[in-house]
């Protein structure tokens, strides 16, 4: 085996390392301070003075209400509860007003649209609720991996009580016009002269701490953000969800986080999260601008030195930290393994499905054949990343290319 002569971090979409700031700030919470936030003694009030602190501290980063603010244990769960939560909420409500069944309200009550490149757990989620009688929408996107407002206003009807767009795709890099899309889920709204309300969730995960969120004036209604994708612990996540915005808790209990997310509270977990986002919040502009550059650096010097080589996302209107490529006549997983020896760890799609075998979901609603699909190579920058390392990338990265391409089999099959 080859000896790896580096160790080169390049999958912080995937999960990044927890910032030592948030880490000791987590520290007491492991140990001195470890009272239940259900408690009525010092310990337990001590823990629910600081878990009050941090919903704020989440709130305030996205301009909402700490009480808007629901924690959880991951994006999983937050898009979960977003999705499921307020289907199952509209269909109780329709039944209560119509005395229909369950299923009659699902059918009835329940259009939710999404787009094609969604998180698998949405993808998920909606496809759960499909098989429960909802009817699901799943919108096209362009070359670029965009959704095009208009495509929502013209997919909205009577029925629809939800959209759910992803902020920016974890595996491309392509940020929404959510903006937009919001405004014109009120307008088609108001065209229809709708008495209740189409809710509009975004899964910010990718986004949350990378860009600026104003939940107001994007007019999103629920939006999901994780701590382990910005530098703090795994176990943490949050759920926005609007004041007057009725959703049905997933778990049942002793009615933790306002009685939507029963489950003693991760605290330790969450004060990590709050320290992570105040860090981000203080170094947003700097990092952004600087991963911004190193980003542009890998993405022009590959398209250069590699023949046969296409990004993928949006040139411009992309993460920060985000590159996604396609090489003719090579296999992703090859890539990551050849690249793994050389100290460099990368991706070939989403981590939550480079596991398995199919091409990415998110690929091919762009246009990519199978084939191309199984040629990416996701490079994900982070806080700890250094040009040195792009330089040794961009060093690196043809040769790979070039020696999987001489054993290559594709070539005689889709040559």
């Given amino acids: 085996m ?38 009525l003694h010092s310990f337990g009030q001590g823990a629910k003075e600081v878990l009050e602190e941090s919903r704020e501290v989440v709130a305030n980063s996205i301009k909402a209400k700490p009480d808007e603010i629901i924690f959880t244990s991951s994006a999983t769960e937050s898009n979960n509860l977003a999705l499921k939560g307020v289907a199952f909420a509209k269909a109780a409500s329709f039944a209560e007003v119509t005395s229909a069944t369950k299923a009659e309200s699902a059918n009835q009550a329940g259009h939710i649209i999404i787009s094609s490149i969604e998180h698998p757990c949405i993808m998920e989620s909606a496809k759960w ?20 407002s208009k495509d929502i206003e013209k997919a909205i009807k009577k029925e629809t009580i939800l959209v759910s767009i992803i902020h920016a795709s974890n595996e491309i890099g392509t940020i929404q016009p959510i903006k937009e899309i919001g405004e014109a889920i009120i307008r088609k ?19 949350f701490g990378k860009i600026p969120i104003d939940v107001s004036k994007m007019n999103i209604d629920l939006l999901t953000a994780s701590s382990h994708k910005m530098y703090g612990p795994k176990g943490a ?54 991963l911004s550059r190193l980003r542009d650096k890998l993405i022009k010097g590959v398209l250069k030195e590699i023949p046969g080589s296409h990004l993928n996302g949006h040139p411009k209107k992309r993460l920060p930290n985000n590159a996604n490529f396609s090489f003719s006549f090579v296999e992703g997983e090859s890539m990551v393994i050849q690249l793994d020896l050389l100290g460099i760890a990368a991706s070939t799609g989403s981590a939550c499905a480079t596991a398995k075998l199919e091409p990415s979901h998110v690929l091919l609603a762009i246009g990519l054949r199978p084939e191309e699909a199984h040629g990416s190579l996701r ?12 330089d040794y990338v961009l060093e690196v990265l043809p040769k790979v290319i070039n020696k999987l391409r001489k054993i290559s089999p594709f070539k005689k099959t889709y040559g």
């Fill in 237 to 290: 996540a949050a759920l926005f969800v609007r004041e007057g915005t009725k959703i049905t808790p997933l778990l049942h209990g002793g009615g933790h986080e306002a009685g939507l997310r029963s489950s003693t509270v991760n605290v330790p977990a969450i004060v990590g999260f709050a320290k992570a986002v105040k860090i981000c919040e203080k170094e947003i502009k700097s990092e952004t601008k600087r």
């Fill in 189 to 207: 709204s108001e065209i229809l002269n709708l008495k209740t309300k189409i809710f509009f969730h975004t899964d910010a995960v990718q986004t």
């Fill in 2 to 39: 080859t000896k790896k002569t580096k160790r080169i971090y390049l999958d912080y979409a995937a999960t990044t390392p927890v910032d030592s700031r948030a880490f000791r700030a987590m520290l007491p919470y492991l140990s001195e301070k470890f009272g239940n936030t259900m408690s």
């Fill in 379 to 390: 490079l994900t920058l982070g806080r700890w990343t250094k040009e040195k390392d792009i």
């Fill in 129 to 148: 609720l499909e098989n429960q009688g909802f009817e699901i929408t799943r919108l096209k996107v362009d070359k670029y991996g965009l959704v095009d």
